[in-house]
């Protein structure tokens, strides 16, 4: 079974601030896909960045990277300039090589503000 | 990226009754899946609608209780059916891209918000 944990309930960071929002995860799988998603109150579910566990490189998109740590099965979030767009709930979600089970984080309510 | 509708997007009903999700998807994907979000908490996957056969579900999740049809490969439905109030949750589609590289990521609906009085 894999499992995803983010210990961080809520946040929040004065905009133009930078922000890290924590994930740590466990499986059994050499090879899968993690991912962080944002969930403003639209609900509307967002798919903010992806990384796969093969590539040493962490991923970048804009204001967003995170920070991978394999051997510690860490992958952190970073957003940078904070925006009071980015007010929202944040997932942290793992995908096994298989692709069928994406096993989601409890989520951490961010805040950002002004 | 695929772009996923959801119909109703949102529904008051009355316990002992049923109500049926519709997700349309604007291109052809491999898996659709239907999950439900509690009320301030994550999301947790109902089943896994496969195109041609019956749902896979998920532990906690039954066909009488949640049925799921799967008839082509860009549209699904969720049935929620004899409700309570219990079931007072968000319901939000899923679909994978096939292509992609195999990432494997999922592009979510807008969901649906149920509340059972």
């Known amino acids: 079974a894999q499992t995803v944990t983010q210990s961080q309930p809520e946040m929040s960071v004065q905009e133009a601030e930078t922000v890290t929002l924590s994930c740590t995860y466990d499986t059994s799988e050499n090879n899968y896909y993690l991912f962080w998603y944002k969930q403003p109150p639209s609900r509307q579910m967002i798919l903010v960045i992806r990384q796969e566990a093969y590539k040493q490189q962490n991923a970048t998109e804009n204001r967003f990277s995170v920070n991978f740590q394999k051997a510690a099965k860490s992958f952190s979030l970073k957003i940078s300039d904070s925006q009071l767009g980015d007010t929202a709930m944040y997932f942290c979600?793992?995908?096994?090589?298989?692709?069928?089970?994406?096993?989601f984080g409890g989520g951490t309510r961010l805040m950002v503000k002004p | 990226s695929a772009v996923i509708s959801q119909k109703p997007s949102r529904d008051i009903c009355q316990r002992g009754t049923s109500l049926t999700i519709q997700c349309q998807v604007d291109?052809?994907?491999?898996?659709m899946f239907w999950y439900r979000q509690q009320p301030g908490q994550s999301l947790t996957l109902i089943a896994t609608?496969?195109?041609?056969?019956?749902?896979?579900?998920e532990s906690g999740f039954v066909i009488d209780k949640f049925p799921i049809s799967r008839p082509n490969l860009t549209f699904s439905t969720l049935t929620v059916s004899n409700m309570s109030p219990e079931d007072s949750s968000i319901y939000l589609c899923s679909a994978r891209d096939s292509g992609t590289g195999g990432s494997y990521e999922q592009y979510f609906g807008p969901g649906t918000r149920l509340t059972v009085t």
């Open positions: 291109s052809q994907v491999t898996m």
């Open positions: 979600a793992l995908n096994n090589n298989a692709g069928n089970m994406l096993t």
């Open positions: 609608a496969n195109q041609g056969s019956e749902a896979t579900y």
